[in-house]
């Protein structure tokens, strides 16, 4: 049933003469014509960001009800803040750091500052930033995170400002930019890499569940095996996650086998160096006794023991053109600059925590020289 205070009744907006009636509010214009407040002021202010139905519907119940938009309220929305927020799940994790470097670099030399919201992987953080994305408290948003109801997303999706996804995925149609890396190419390369080392029993270190980068880099890895003969086998899919954490779980996988293998593919290199410490606690060498090679190219990989073998991401072209894609759109209106899908290849980068295992010292190189690569 419906609460009487949402019900409205044609007569109670049709007639703003009547002194006993208040003056119909934007509130009121959404809910008669069925849309949001943000899609009320679009056909308003940028009548170009929403479809003729849409506005048609919009102007003709604002004809009806005698609304007229606050002056003041309207000039304050207009005005641009130069802000733009930048929404990380954690600050703690480097591998955001020359990203976001290169997001502030580009924003500022456009006469734009950049403020960043710690999320911390929390959906209540998300959601209390989404509001004041919505508010338009910000000019324009780079999003790393989206633990997002859909709701809520649709909504920020909806509001003033346009937005910019990097290193994450969206499904499907969105209004979102989306810059990121071709993560399964790069785990199959990685893969293959390792293949042509002649390595064949090769494990995953997999990252968070319902990630998509995840499940891409998952997918490339079960791809590089079907292409060289190797069966996928579940039980050498471990860790749950793109943290150090994950490879101290990894590693307790690895030490409970009778048969473990000899190679192992993580999907982060955070999960490579907790993985390769716990082993050496442990008393097992990288890469005497198995060999590791990760995804990120994180500033550790050059200085841990051993310099780690990896795939680099381009992080600070990845913040470059994430941000010259939110200047252009917020500059000139997201309508005339569709959404950009861009993604970059990744090189890989050849340090010392791979090689032959026992006994496969004439293993072909064909697959490493398919792959684009280069020294640190």
């Known amino acids: 049933m419906t609460h009487p205070k949402a019900a409205m009744s044609k007569s109670a907006i049709s007639d703003p003469r009547r002194s006993s009636r208040r003056a119909p509010t934007i509130l009121d214009i959404a809910r008669r014509a069925g849309v949001s407040t943000a899609t009320v002021s679009r056909a308003l202010a940028t009548p170009e960001r929403v479809t003729e139905t849409t506005r048609s519907k919009v102007m003709a119940v604002i004809e009806e009800s005698g609304y007229t938009p606050n002056a003041t309220a309207r000039s304050l929305r207009a005005r641009s803040t130069k802000i733009v927020l930048a929404l990380v799940p954690g600050m703690s994790n480097t591998f955001f750091t020359p990203i976001l470097n290169a997001v502030e670099d580009t924003l500022s030399a456009a006469g734009y500052g950049m403020i960043i919201g710690d999320t911390r992987n929390s959906v209540a953080k998300e959601t209390l930033y989404a509001r004041l994305i919505r508010a338009g408290q910000v000019d324009g948003v780079i999003l790393f995170t989206g633990h997002l109801p859909r709701d809520e997303e649709a909504r920020m999706a909806d509001g003033p400002a346009p937005i910019t996804l990097v290193c994450n995925e969206i499904p499907g149609e969105t209004s979102y930019s989306i810059f990121d890396v071709a993560n399964r190419q790069a785990a199959r390369a990685a893969t293959d890499y390792l293949i042509a080392a002649g390595h064949r029993r090769i494990a995953h270190i997999g990252g968070p569940v319902g990630n998509i980068e995840a499940w891409e880099r998952k997918r490339g890895f079960a791809e590089a095996l079907s292409a060289a003969g190797l069966s996928f086998d579940e039980n050498l899919i471990w860790g749950h996650g793109f943290r150090y954490e994950s490879g101290l779980d990894a590693a307790a996988s690895y030490l409970a086998l009778d048969d473990p293998p000899t190679a192992v593919f993580a ?110």
């Open 267 to 376: 999907g982060a290199d955070h999960a490579a160096i907790g993985f390769i410490r716990t082993l050496r606690e442990a008393g097992i060498g990288v890469p005497d006794d198995v060999s590791v090679i990760g995804f990120d190219d994180i500033d550790y990989c050059s200085v841990v023991d051993p310099p780690l073998t990896t795939m680099r991401q381009p992080r600070a072209e990845l913040g470059r053109l994430a941000a010259e894609d939110l200047l252009a759109r917020m500059v000139r209106g997201a309508p005339k600059i569709p959404p950009a899908r861009l993604r970059l290849a990744c090189d890989l980068i050849e340090r010392l925590s791979v090689r032959p295992p026992t006994g496969a010292e004439g293993a072909t190189r064909a697959g490493a020289q398919r792959t684009r690569r280069s020294r640190p």
